[in-house]
């Protein structure tokens, strides 16, 4: 797996219950903007495509997986790593961390897709080169 990017983020009121534990789908949340912010970061014309709607990759599978909880005003870290590709696909591997322990894992398979024909289409080779050549250190 190759290391693509990392975000932080804290954990507010809004994304705790009554118990004072982490909602379970905040931690989708937390990954997805982790996304975003690589691809708005590191992928301008990927971003360039979702603005015109033109392609775009959309969530095929995932598999969450939790271990720790966290809790109110947590600062947590999100990890994404470049998992390998299909023609139309890429899997991604995330991982959230609380002071280097991993509490959450997930596994997203993403198929790009035409926006017109709303179809999954070939990745072009560019993109597909930059996700295998990308390594944070």
């Avoid at 909602?23 to 975003?36: K, V």
């Avoid at 600062?75 to 470049?82: A, D, G, I, W």
């Avoid at 790009?112 to 070939?122: A, D």
Wanted: aromatic share 16%; net charge positive; proline share 3%.
């Amino acid at each position: 797996m190759k290391k693509l990017h990392e975000d932080f983020f804290t954990v507010y009121y809004e994304n705790t219950d009554s118990s004072g534990f982490v909602y379970h789908t905040c931690y989708l949340n937390f990954c997805e903007r982790a996304r975003s912010n690589m691809i708005n970061q590191d992928f301008p014309n990927l971003a360039q495509m979702l603005l015109n709607n033109s392609r775009f990759f959309v969530v095929k599978k995932i598999n969450a997986n939790f271990f720790k909880p966290s809790f109110l005003f947590d600062k947590l870290k999100v990890v994404t790593f470049f998992n390998g590709n299909s023609y139309t696909s890429i899997n991604l591997i995330q991982k959230i961390i609380k002071e280097k322990i991993d509490i959450f894992e997930l596994s997203v398979q993403l198929v790009w897709i035409n926006g017109k024909e709303k179809k999954p289409i070939k990745i072009p080779i560019d993109i597909i080169s930059r996700f295998q050549s990308m390594e944070v250190v």
